[in-house]
């Protein structure tokens, strides 16, 4: 496992950028035009409830790195569960939100091909230094993949695409040029970049102190066994956070907000 933080999060951004190239646009967009750092609120990583890969696998990672586990979501109508980390010294290091497929929850034909996929992974994989922005550890048809996505795009999303961060995320609390959500969203629309609109451009509210909004996945190609397709790879959100009652800012998720953000990745 690593041991530098900031090395983990260089390389999860290295093989975000690789499939996602609008990340170029927007973070261009909000740095080198305004002259400001981008600031990265969280990232989020997805993965399946099976024995050593499972969502705790994968925070061991993060926990190895002084990270502590600092809240806990339910997706019903996804068949998701997640948690969200922070950073037990440093809060100005992102967050980290992990969510896992309940596969127990689904059919029997997802599960066995989800088990099948998996089988092929090496016993030590979850464990290396690399683990988190891997990529695939196994060979998929098309055919396989567009099964899984009538059934749950998360499955079928984690198996064309592995392991790497599903999406960065803007700090509009960071921006100085821009003081809403809104703004940030005409920003990318002129950019040429398309918003999840899913539950609205914008989902959340200063009530539950938190608004988000993020594009639409980039199309990227994937090599699958039987040729090369283009599909939803990876996206970018963006988040205001406001203060909670004591006056610091609330660091959780809104788990209403997440599900719709979860949509980013369907297909178009």
Same mark, same amino acid.
């Given at each position: 496992?690593?041991?530098?933080?900031?090395?983990?999060?260089?390389?999860? /951004?290295?093989?975000?950028?690789?499939?996602?190239?609008?990340?170029?646009?927007?973070?261009?967009?909000?740095?080198?035009?305004?002259?400001?750092?981008?600031?990265?609120?969280?990232?989020?990583?997805?993965?399946?409830?099976? !024995?050593?890969?499972?969502?705790?696998?994968?925070?061991?990672?993060?926990?190895?790195?002084?990270?502590?586990?600092?809240?806990?979501?339910?997706?019903?109508?996804? %068949?998701?569960?997640?948690?969200?980390?922070?950073?037990?010294?440093? !809060?100005?290091?992102? %967050?980290?939100?992990?969510?896992?497929?309940?596969?127990?929850?689904?059919?029997? *034909?997802?599960?066995?091909?989800?088990?099948?996929?998996? *089988?092929?992974?090496?016993?030590?994989?979850?464990?290396?230094?690399?683990?988190?922005?891997?990529?695939?550890? /196994?060979?998929?048809?098309?055919?396989?993949?567009?099964?899984?996505?009538?059934?749950?795009?998360?499955?079928? /999303?984690?198996?064309? /695409?592995?392991?790497?961060?599903?999406?960065?995320?803007?700090?509009?609390?960071?921006?100085?040029?821009?003081?809403?959500?809104?703004?940030?969203?005409?920003?990318?629309?002129?950019?040429?970049?398309?918003?999840?609109?899913?539950?609205?451009?914008?989902?959340?509210?200063?009530?539950?102190?938190?608004?988000?909004?993020?594009?639409?996945?980039?199309?990227?190609?994937?090599?699958?066994?039987?040729?090369?397709?283009?599909?939803?790879?990876?996206?970018?959100?963006?988040?205001?956070?406001?203060?909670?009652?004591?006056?610091?800012?609330?660091?959780?998720?809104?788990?209403?907000?997440?599900? %719709?953000?979860?949509?980013?990745?369907?297909?178009?």
């Amino acid at each position: 496992m690593h041991t530098n933080v900031n090395t983990l999060f260089e390389k999860l /951004w290295e093989s975000y950028l690789a499939v996602t190239p609008s990340a170029v646009t927007v973070h261009n967009l909000f740095g080198q035009t305004q002259g400001q750092e981008v600031i990265n609120d969280h990232i989020a990583l997805r993965t399946f409830n099976l !024995p050593g890969i499972g969502l705790d696998a994968l925070a061991a990672h993060f926990e190895a790195l002084g990270y502590k586990a600092c809240g806990e979501y339910h997706f019903v109508g996804k %068949k998701l569960s997640a948690k969200h980390f922070e950073h037990s010294e440093n !809060p100005d290091l992102p %967050k980290v939100f992990i969510s896992e497929l309940l596969l127990e929850q689904c059919s029997e *034909s997802l599960q066995q091909t989800i088990r099948s996929l998996v *089988s092929n992974m090496s016993a030590d994989a979850v464990t290396q230094d690399n683990f988190l922005y891997s990529g695939r550890h /196994w060979d998929i048809d098309y055919a396989t993949y567009q099964q899984l996505l009538q059934e749950s795009e998360f499955a079928a /999303w984690v198996a064309a /695409w592995g392991y790497r961060a599903n999406h960065f995320t803007v700090s509009n609390n960071h921006l100085s040029e821009f003081d809403s959500i809104e703004q940030i969203n005409q920003a990318v629309k002129a950019a040429g970049l398309s918003l999840n609109t899913a539950g609205g451009e914008i989902k959340g509210s200063v009530e539950v102190m938190l608004e988000q909004s993020s594009t639409l996945a980039d199309k990227h190609p994937v090599a699958f066994t039987d040729g090369e397709r283009d599909i939803p790879s990876c996206f970018y959100e963006f988040a205001k956070r406001y203060p909670k009652p004591d006056g610091k800012l609330f660091t959780g998720f809104v788990a209403e907000s997440a599900d %719709k953000i979860f949509e980013s990745t369907n297909a178009r």
